[in-house]
Nanobody
């Protein structure tokens, strides 16, 4: 069974940086590389929204307009890990961030969500 565990959240100042990590387990290395990985977030009182996605090979990425140019998604298939580097943080980036995975093209994660989800990690950005 696929399991995802996020880490790296916490408190940051506006303009600062954080890196989130997502550790995947429950599948082989070859299978992991077939899975697109994504990050989503949910702010208080709002619906969960797409943040970024990366293809199984790591060669294709997608970003929401609100984070493009500030956030970078990446993955290390040998370690079965995905990452979200967040720079130039803003108070509106405050949310619970979720790692997600699905055996599909990365573009599908942009609008359709994913099959597997982590528990989430809190990111709080102070002004």
């Amino acid at each position: 069974q696929v399991q995802l565990r996020e880490s790296g959240g916490g408190l940051a100042q506006a303009g600062g940086s954080l890196r989130l990590s997502c550790a995947a387990s429950g599948y082989s290395l070859s299978t992991f590389s077939n899975y697109a990985m994504g990050w989503y977030r949910q702010a208080p009182g709002k619906e969960r929204e797409f943040v970024a996605a990366v293809s199984g090979s790591g060669g294709t990425t997608f970003y929401s307009g609100s984070v493009e140019g500030r956030f970078t998604i990446s993955r290390d298939n040998a370690k079965k890990m995905a990452y979200l580097r967040m720079n130039s943080l803003k108070s509106e980036d405050t949310a619970v961030y979720y790692c997600a995975a699905d055996n599909t093209d990365a573009v599908v994660l942009v609008t359709a969500g994913a099959k597997y989800w982590g528990q989430g990690t809190q990111v709080t950005v102070s002004a």
